[in-house]
């Protein structure tokens, strides 16, 4: 993938976003404590420092878009912005975090390095303008229902509000019931307006696989076997960072563990997708 004149290059903490480079932005789902917080960015920065991979903590305080109204949903605002303060005080690392209401924004704003703007809120403009009103970088995430040309406008509220610091994220597409489809194309598409991230993790999701009944609420399946392969297809079209969610013990993670990456493989992962890129690299500088 050629890159784009059209496409800013930003800095986040020690990041570099959108210069050529790779960056990984990981982390559980949800907040679950503060204890497993705090230990899943030490071993996540304890991984990508020996790597050199650049790295911003993802995890979320409050899953508001849940299908369950039984479902795990983090420790709220409030806890959650304590306990991300204190990872990026203690661990000395950037952390990420969406934010569903726009009179949130300014609150997580004080705290956090990047806004992220959940998949299924990409449209919602008062969202999306307070979030660039708020000074910080935003990734928003592409719904899974919108075309990769129609991010241009979720990218125009953005600059028209006068934050160029945006990036966007694909994570899949709905193209059937509880199903997603990537479609690697949407990736070069978008690459044309702004530096892109792929989400490996939600893109292997199975969402709502187990419907639930009256006592158990609806729970998402995955196929975690697959977050490699989708994940190097990516670096090789050439997206700018990869988005992974990690867990030290999938099996009983509060919320998308049938998705996530078990820790004990991500320095491989990361292994493979530095090799890709340094292919990558090597072939572009072959005259």
Same mark, same amino acid.
């Given at each position: ?87 990026? &005080? +203690?661990?000395?690392?950037? /952390?990420?975090?969406?934010?569903? =209401?726009?009179?949130? @924004?300014? $609150?997580? #704003?004080? !705290? ?100 639930? &009944? +009256?006592?158990?609420?609806? /729970?998402?399946?995955?196929?975690? =076997?697959?977050?490699? @392969?989708? $994940?190097? #297809?990516? !670096? ?52």
């Amino acid at each position: 993938m050629t890159r784009s004149p059209m496409t800013l290059s930003f800095q986040i903490d020690n990041v570099r976003v959108g210069a050529g480079g790779l960056f990984l932005i990981a982390g559980p789902c949800v907040i679950e404590s503060e204890d497993h917080a705090l230990r899943m960015a030490e071993i996540i920065k304890g991984v990508t420092r020996s790597l050199n991979f650049p790295f911003i903590f993802k995890a979320s305080y409050d899953k508001a878009n849940r299908t369950s109204i039984r479902s795990f949903r983090g420790p709220g605002m409030k806890e959650g912005l304590r306990i991300l303060r204190k990872v990026k &005080d +203690e661990v000395h690392i950037p /952390v990420l975090t969406d934010v569903h =209401e726009s009179g949130d @924004v300014a $609150a997580v #704003a004080e !705290v956090v390095d990047v806004l992220q703007i959940p998949a299924f809120l990409c449209r919602q403009t008062d969202l999306v303008v307070a979030a660039a009103l708020s000074g910080r970088p935003v990734n928003i995430k592409k719904g899974q229902f919108v075309s990769p040309w129609d991010m241009k406008h979720a990218l125009a509220k953005c600059r028209e509000a006068g934050n160029s610091q945006v990036f966007v994220t694909e994570r899949g597409s709905s193209f059937g019931y509880n199903n997603l489809v990537v479609d690697m194309r949407s990736l070069a598409v978008m690459r044309r307006f702004a530096p892109v991230v792929f989400d490996a993790t939600h893109s292997v999701q199975l969402p709502s696989a187990s419907h639930g &009944d +009256e006592d158990q609420p609806a /729970v998402s399946g995955g196929q975690p =076997e697959f977050i490699p @392969v989708l $994940a190097r #297809a990516a !670096v090789a079209a050439g997206v700018d960072g990869v988005f992974l969610e990690v867990h030290d013990n999938p099996k009983e993670a509060k919320s998308d563990g049938a998705n996530a990456l078990d820790t004990r493989h991500l320095r491989g992962v990361l292994k493979e997708l530095q090799a890709v890129q340094k292919a990558l690299d090597t072939a572009h500088a072959t005259p």
